[in-house]
């Protein structure tokens, strides 16, 4: 702050030839990251490739819990067809935690399937692997 003028003035900070104030830095900083000029941000893979909005589950497979529950919907998504597996592998921070996010997500696709509320998914078509579940 200069307050030998009797006025606040913001900070700034020295780039490159000149002087900056700190809005205009933080301005310039954002739009950088807005417009990819930071490659490795822009370059992030999508979490997601496909998504359904209303989808039946037809089928589960528990062969492989807890690590993974496969499970088939009624509708096609990317390039898994209709009745295709679809993979969920677990969620969370540790073992602990991805174990009971597989029963969580084990015990709300059974009362979908029973019920016949639909599910919403989202994943990505390598592999037919879901990375988003949502119910009803």
């Given at each position: 702050?200069?307050?030998s003028?009797?006025?606040a ?6 780039r490159?030839n000149g ?11 954002v739009?950088a990251?807005a417009?990819g000029?930071?490659p490795q941000?822009?370059?992030a893979?999508d ?10 589950v037809v089928?589960m497979?528990l062969?492989y819990?807890p690590?993974?529950?496969m499970?088939?919907i009624?509708?096609?998504v990317?390039?898994c067809?209709a ?17 009971a996010n ?5 015990a709300a ?7 016949g509320t639909p599910v919403?998914?989202?994943g990505k078509?390598a ?10």
């Open positions: 702050m200069n307050v003028s009797g006025a003035t913001p900070p700034v900070f020295a490159g002087i900056v104030s700190k809005a205009r830095a933080v301005t310039t900083a739009a990251l417009f000029v930071f941000l822009s370059q893979e979490p997601y490739d496909w998504s359904t909005t209303s989808a039946h089928t497979e062969t819990m690590a993974s529950l499970f088939a009624d509708t096609n990317g390039s067809g009745g295709t597996m679809l993979t969920w592998k677990g969620s969370g921070a540790d073992e602990t935690a991805r174990r597989m029963n969580a997500v084990l696709m059974l009362a979908a399937k029973v019920s919403r998914v989202f078509t592999g037919c692997e879901v990375k988003f579940v949502y119910f009803g």
